[in-house]
């Protein structure tokens, strides 16, 4: 009885994985019309066809539309768990957007599809030992792999990568970019200022110290009256690399980043930008110097604007991994080399991705397995991450991903803070996020590879008048 359950229930899955094939089949050929109608002419028709013949559309998008059989319990079931597996994992939707209006896809979808093309694990077996249409052909396959490699060399390849290192996932750090060099100077002195407190106690800096990798140190930070923060400081080095600001991304740009702690009231408390203004104008050298650069004087935008423009400053280039990537093979240890091996071949690139080794994406902690439920202490609001930003229920215990650059200098680790070694931090990326555990001697070497990225810094600003 139970065998003849089971074996009907086998059926009906696969008729509902058969149907599902042949339902993207039949409306293969009229749908590719239109993509390839509908593309820009610099688009690329050709790999956005692929994309969705394969079915990669099918379970990387939202709302995939469901069959008529999807209501019949197994492949309903069946369905639904790689399409709801496939949209948790990877959503590839501005990658078609990019592959229409021939724009940038994003650099981390490049890194994951490639990743899975090239190693052929892409799609499921499941879905193409019953779907013909769906298996990637020798020729789809290098068609997808040039167009990623022609997108990396568009828009993030770095210059003065060794050729070796031209189509990597990451790259090294630019030298620091073109600034503006009165508002950097004007940036680096608010920065410094206890005045935007509301009691005079902190400034930017007491968060993120410029000669500790750009953090406080602290499992959680330390506001005006010793208030303690919900979540772990990211350093600020390195942060204009970042797509978004914040672990959820709530922050545009580093401007928009800059008006927030101040008037934040557990984080420097001030009552209101007329309050710091007040402070500032009343100091007669420091609103002279000011005004010269700010003709409008002080205003919210002008002081975040300056202190945005020190940040761009705040890079760390030439760090051992960047001038390896740069041609020199004995900068790193042989250790270190083995290490950057197994960070690639572990897919921590694909998440870690480009010259900041993070800051591209938004990514799920606990992908493989519920960290949340393995931490204990439950669930508080901050752990539910990019949610809480845009409400979308995938966003869900999505967080931006951190750079790992100059990251031995900035434990405690996660947004939790609650990894104090570099060690327990590979090993819980290794068992949450790639469900997988490596030798000892493995992890670390990854960790001995992870401090070969940090990099060069000094302060070359006055901080006070
Ligand atoms: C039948 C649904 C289905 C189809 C079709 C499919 N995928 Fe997936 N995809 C999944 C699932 C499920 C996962 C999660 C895999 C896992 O459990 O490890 C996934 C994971 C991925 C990932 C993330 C892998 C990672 O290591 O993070 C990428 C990238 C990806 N798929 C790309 C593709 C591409 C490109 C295609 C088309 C060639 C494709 N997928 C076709 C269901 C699908
Ligand atoms: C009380 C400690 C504290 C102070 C003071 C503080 N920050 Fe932060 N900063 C944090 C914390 C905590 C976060 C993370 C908050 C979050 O993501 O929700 C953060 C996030 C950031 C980020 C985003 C980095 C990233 O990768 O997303 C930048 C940039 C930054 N702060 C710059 C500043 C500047 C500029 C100031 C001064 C105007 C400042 N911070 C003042 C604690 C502080
Ligand atoms: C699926 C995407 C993904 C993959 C794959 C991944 N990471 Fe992460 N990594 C993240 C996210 C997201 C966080 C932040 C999680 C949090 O704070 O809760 C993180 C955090 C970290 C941290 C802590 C950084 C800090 O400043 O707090 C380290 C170290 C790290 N990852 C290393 C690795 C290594 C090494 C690998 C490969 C073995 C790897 N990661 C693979 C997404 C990923």
Not at 55 to 66: I, K, L, W
Request: glycine letters at 8%; aromatic letters at 10%.
């Amino acid at each position: 009885m139970i065998k003849k359950l089971i074996i009907g229930a086998c059926a009906i899955g696969i008729v509902g994985y058969l149907g599902t094939a042949a339902y993207i089949y039949n409306y293969d050929s009229k749908r590719s019309e239109r993509l390839i109608a509908s593309a820009t002419p610099k688009g690329d028709a050709q790999v956005r066809d692929i994309f969705y013949k394969r079915g990669c559309e099918y379970c990387h998008t939202a709302n995939a539309d469901m069959p008529f059989y999807a209501s019949f319990p197994i492949a309903k079931q069946l369905m639904a768990h790689d399409v709801k597996m496939g949209y948790i994992h990877f959503n590839m939707q501005s990658t078609m957007d990019s592959l229409v209006n021939g724009t940038a896809a994003p650099e981390s979808d490049l890194a994951k599809i490639e990743r899975v093309v090239a190693d052929q694990e892409m799609p499921p077996t499941r879905y193409t030992a019953v779907h013909w249409s769906g298996s990637v052909s020798a020729e789809d396959r290098t068609a997808i792999l040039n167009w990623a490699k022609e997108q990396r060399s568009k828009y993030y390849v770095s210059a003065g990568v060794s050729p070796a290192f031209e189509n990597e996932a990451v790259q090294p750090l630019p030298p620091q970019m073109e600034t503006d060099a009165k508002k950097v100077a004007l940036g680096a002195i608010l920065y410094h200022d206890k005045r935007l407190s509301g009691d005079n106690t902190l400034a930017c800096e007491t968060c993120h110290k410029l000669d500790a990798g750009g953090v406080d140190g602290l499992v959680t930070s330390k506001g005006i009256n010793g208030q303690l923060g919900p979540i772990n400081a990211p350093t600020v080095f390195n942060s204009i690399y970042n797509i978004e600001q914040f672990w959820d991304g709530r922050a545009h740009n580093l401007q928009e980043q800059a008006g927030g702690p101040p008037l934040n009231p557990i984080e420097m408390g001030s009552k209101s930008w007329d309050q710091i203004i007040g402070k500032l104008a009343s100091d007669p050298e420091l609103t002279a110097v000011f005004s010269e650069v700010y003709p409008q004087g002080f205003t919210s935008e002008s002081i975040t604007d300056a202190i945005a423009e020190f940040e761009k400053t705040l890079v760390t280039p030439n760090s051992p991994f960047d001038r390896y990537l740069k041609g020199d093979a004995s900068a790193l240890t042989a250790q270190q080399k083995h290490g950057f091996q197994l960070f690639k071949e572990n897919k921590c690139d694909t998440c870690h991705v480009g010259k900041n080794l993070g800051g591209q994406s938004f990514e799920m902690m606990g992908l493989k397995e519920d960290y949340f439920a393995a931490r204990g202490n439950g669930v508080a609001e901050v752990d539910l991450g990019r949610f809480n930003f845009t409400k979308f229920e995938r966003d869900r215990y999505r967080f931006k991903v951190p750079t790992l650059r100059n990251v031995d200098l900035t434990a405690p680790y996660l947004h939790d803070g609650s990894l104090d070694t570099l060690k327990d931090a590979v090993n819980m990326m290794l068992k949450f996020q790639l469900e997988t555990t490596l030798p000892e001697k493995d992890v670390d070497d990854i960790v001995e590879f992870l401090k070969s990225t940090t990099g060069e810094y000094k302060l070359e600003q006055a901080t006070k008048l």
